[in-house]
């Protein structure tokens, strides 16, 4: 080997070193989780409390960079695109790697499935069937009968077209067939507030945004969109229970995703950073506290878990025939 390719080869095995040295020693600085919604939201909640845990496990501090647009588009673009080293994180939803794709066909602006590297499950959400306090139905049926008596009089709040909320309610009027009318709105809190106002008279909204209010009694919650009833709200059924709805069921979620490439001893080592952080005593009081339940994977089981979401809200979009763009 001559000296030229000597040197080459040398230098090569010094960077490689020098990279392993830093993977060992990962992290080294201040890490980021993105959220693609403005702060206070469910999404931002959550992303928080894990943030304190993972600043205890990794020995650096973990900040919650908020980067609200697009429903959430921005901010998974954003990450995609950074450098894959484990300092930047996404805090995915259903929206951004369940129902988004199916949607921005045009402008989505990231490979949900090619632009990222999984990490691990974080928490699943139900959302709750909210009525006005006032309104008369006080079950699902009762609801359904309101809604054929009063064809086209009952709006629905969303937090936003496209959004979990607008397709539960959109599936909703589908499978009682019964008309409704979508009333958008510029996210959940906003959503929620025009159903205790009256100005809508239902909405299915997250778990974490409307308990408050329905264990206050402003709100009346008539069931829950999860397989099983939620731990928060024991005695409001699932849409599973009441008949014609057997087959409804909405998981909204939350995961943390890396940029497609990040190192995998890096990956191992967020993952069961959030696995002892999902342990942490005040994280489980702090997400039930918030209707959210800690729900911890594998990486493996993460990326097979989106591959599931986006072939079943692609089905669902279809389906309803809901277009944003």
Same mark, same amino acid.
């Given at each position: 080997?001559?000296?030229?390719?000597?040197?080459?080869?040398?230098?090569?095995?010094?960077?490689?070193?020098?990279?392993? !040295?830093?993977?060992?020693?990962?992290?080294? !600085?201040?890490?980021?989780?993105?959220?693609?919604?403005?702060?206070?939201?469910?999404?931002?909640?959550?992303?928080?409390?894990?943030?304190?845990?993972?600043?205890?496990?990794?020995?650096?501090?973990?900040?919650?960079?908020?980067?609200? #647009?697009? $429903? +959430?588009?921005?901010?998974?673009?954003?990450?995609?695109?950074?450098?894959?080293?484990?300092?930047?994180?996404?805090?995915?939803?259903?929206?951004?790697?369940?129902?988004?794709?199916?949607? *921005?066909?045009?402008?989505? #602006?990231?490979?949900?499935?090619? +632009?990222?590297? @999984?990490?691990?499950?974080? $928490?699943?959400?139900?959302?709750?069937?909210?009525?006005?306090?006032?309104? @008369? /139905?006080?079950?699902?049926?009762?609801?359904? =009968?309101?809604?054929?008596?009063? /064809?086209?009089?009952?709006? *629905?709040?969303?937090?936003?077209? +496209?959004?979990?909320?607008?397709? =539960?309610? $959109?599936?909703?009027?589908?499978?009682?067939? %019964?008309?409704?009318?979508?009333?958008?709105?510029?996210?959940? $809190?906003?959503?929620?507030?025009?159903?205790?106002?009256?100005?809508?008279?239902?909405?299915?909204?997250?778990?974490?945004?409307?308990?408050? !209010?329905?264990?206050?009694?402003?709100?009346?919650?008539?069931?829950?969109?999860?397989?099983?009833?939620?731990? !928060?709200?024991?005695?409001?059924?699932?849409?599973?229970?009441?008949?014609?709805? +057997?087959?409804?069921?909405?998981?909204?979620?939350?995961?943390?995703? =890396?940029?497609?490439?990040? @190192?995998?001893?890096?990956?191992?080592?967020?993952?069961?950073? %959030?696995?002892?952080?999902?342990?942490?005593?005040?994280?489980?009081?702090?997400?039930? #506290?918030?209707?959210?339940?800690?729900?911890?994977?594998?990486?493996?089981?993460?990326?097979?878990?989106?591959? =599931?979401?986006?072939?079943?809200? /692609? #089905?669902?979009?279809?389906?309803?025939?809901?277009?944003?763009?």
């Amino acid at each position: 080997m001559n000296k030229k390719r000597m040197l080459v080869a040398m230098t090569a095995v010094a960077g490689l070193a020098l990279m392993g !040295q830093a993977l060992a020693q990962y992290p080294q !600085q201040p890490i980021r989780i993105v959220v693609g919604y403005a702060a206070g939201g469910t999404t931002d909640i959550l992303a928080r409390s894990l943030a304190e845990q993972l600043a205890g496990e990794l020995k650096q501090p973990v900040i919650v960079d908020n980067k609200p #647009g697009a $429903a +959430g588009n921005s901010a998974a673009a954003y990450v995609q695109q950074s450098s894959p080293d484990g300092y930047t994180l996404f805090m995915a939803t259903v929206s951004s790697h369940g129902i988004n794709p199916a949607l *921005y066909k045009k402008a989505l #602006g990231y490979d949900p499935v090619n +632009g990222f590297a @999984p990490v691990s499950m974080v $928490a699943s959400i139900p959302l709750v069937l909210i009525t006005n306090a006032n309104l @008369p /139905a006080k079950t699902v049926p009762d609801l359904v =009968a309101l809604a054929k008596q009063k /064809a086209g009089e009952l709006n *629905y709040a969303s937090s936003g077209n +496209g959004s979990p909320v607008h397709l =539960a309610g $959109a599936m909703f009027a589908q499978n009682a067939n %019964v008309k409704l009318v979508h009333v958008p709105y510029r996210g959940g $809190a906003l959503a929620n507030t025009s159903v205790i106002a009256g100005e809508t008279q239902l909405s299915f909204a997250t778990l974490p945004g409307a308990l408050q !209010q329905v264990k206050a009694g402003r709100l009346h919650a008539m069931a829950v969109t999860t397989k099983e009833r939620s731990a !928060q709200l024991p005695g409001v059924p699932a849409m599973r229970e009441v008949q014609g709805f +057997g087959g409804f069921e909405i998981n909204t979620w939350n995961a943390l995703l =890396a940029p497609k490439g990040t @190192p995998q001893p890096v990956i191992d080592t967020l993952n069961k950073a %959030v696995t002892r952080a999902l342990a942490s005593p005040k994280l489980l009081q702090r997400f039930n #506290g918030e209707g959210a339940t800690p729900t911890g994977s594998t990486p493996a089981e993460l990326s097979r878990f989106i591959n =599931a979401e986006l072939n079943k809200w /692609a #089905g669902v979009v279809k389906d309803l025939n809901v277009k944003v763009d």
